[in-house]
């Protein structure tokens, strides 16, 4: 099976030829997958060099001139070390524009803390008018990236990753999705820790929903999943813990309920070692969720 990255690379340069539109900005990181896209159009494909402060002014740009523009990096340069662009070029501007992030909370671990970038949907939900897409599978990123591309003028936030789900969900009309019913509390898995969550579970009496988009939080599907069940709700996401905390307690404002945000944890892990490891080291292995799941509804 191919990467959300690899999929990203060979969508994008399908629509390069369909969607006179649609401009693809670079700051070197995949660049050797897109250079048969600019060989076909240099004016669409444009590298500017590890510069990730002109990669988003240079979108920008490009969207007032009434394109497209699909800017990608790594997570840790496309939204944390540009964000004064980011915060300025699209939202101040009122322009619309697509980021396409890599390496998520900690998709690399050889290349350390520089290269993580769990804060980064916490750090975007200070700003107003984006959405945010955060595939668990290279099928769903495909659906979701056909869908920002089409979006008009909208500010969208696609956040790819080396992890994934064994099989992609229908993504439908992007709403949160019943995977299981029970009645003792509700389990919100976001993106690719679906199966950590759906082995977890196994068992439990609990509701789980899953999340592909989270921006905006789906706070109909929510409520009704907590007014089905114990109005008890783990939210499971693979970036910084009690990023969508505030998201889900407006959604319950009039409920009486509990909240247990799990996530990535703030301490930095100096260890490189693998993906695994960080997952288990955060608390979000199916062993480790299933403990904190079972204690917090107990």
């Not at 670079?26 to 897109?34: C, Y």
């Not at 002109?54 to 496309?78: D, E, K, M, N, Y």
């Not at 998201?247 to 945000?261: E, F, I, K, S, T």
């Amino acid at each position: 099976m191919d990467t959300m990255r690899e999929r990203f690379i060979a969508v994008t340069s399908r629509l390069l030829d369909e969607d006179p539109r649609l401009a693809v900005v670079l700051a070197e990181i995949s660049m050797d997958g897109f250079r048969p896209a600019q060989e076909r159009h240099p004016d669409r494909v444009i590298n500017v060099g590890i510069r990730e402060q002109l990669l988003v002014g240079v979108g920008g740009g490009l969207a007032l001139t009434g394109l497209r523009p699909v800017l990608h990096t790594f997570a840790s340069f496309l939204l944390e070390r540009p964000f004064e662009q980011v915060k300025l070029d699209f939202g101040h501007q009122g322009t619309g524009g697509v980021l396409v992030s890599a390496s998520a909370s900690y998709d690399w671990p050889a290349g350390g803390f520089t290269h993580m970038a769990p804060g980064d949907v916490a750090l975007l939900d200070t700003l107003d008018g984006w959405t945010v897409h955060v595939p668990g599978h290279p099928d769903e990123a495909e659906a979701l990236l056909r869908h920002a591309y089409a979006a008009g003028d909208d500010r969208v936030y696609v956040r790819l990753s080396q992890q994934s789900n064994a099989a992609p969900r229908p993504l439908g009309d992007l709403r949160f999705q019943t995977v299981r019913e029970g009645r003792a509390g509700v389990v919100l898995a976001v993106g690719p820790l679906l199966d950590n969550v759906l082995a977890a579970t196994e068992g439990l009496d609990v509701t789980v929903l899953y999340a592909a988009t989270v921006r905006p939080f789906d706070d109909a599907a929510l409520r009704a999943a907590a007014g089905r069940a114990a109005a008890d709700v783990v939210l499971v996401e693979p970036y910084l813990a009690g990023t969508s905390a505030a998201a889900a307690g407006q959604a319950l404002v009039d409920v009486p309920h509990r909240v247990l945000p799990l996530g990535v944890g703030r301490a930095e892990l100096r260890r490189y070692g693998t993906i695994d490891e960080h997952t288990a080291a955060h608390g979000l292995d199916a062993g480790s969720l299933r403990e904190r799941i079972t204690g917090f509804l107990r």
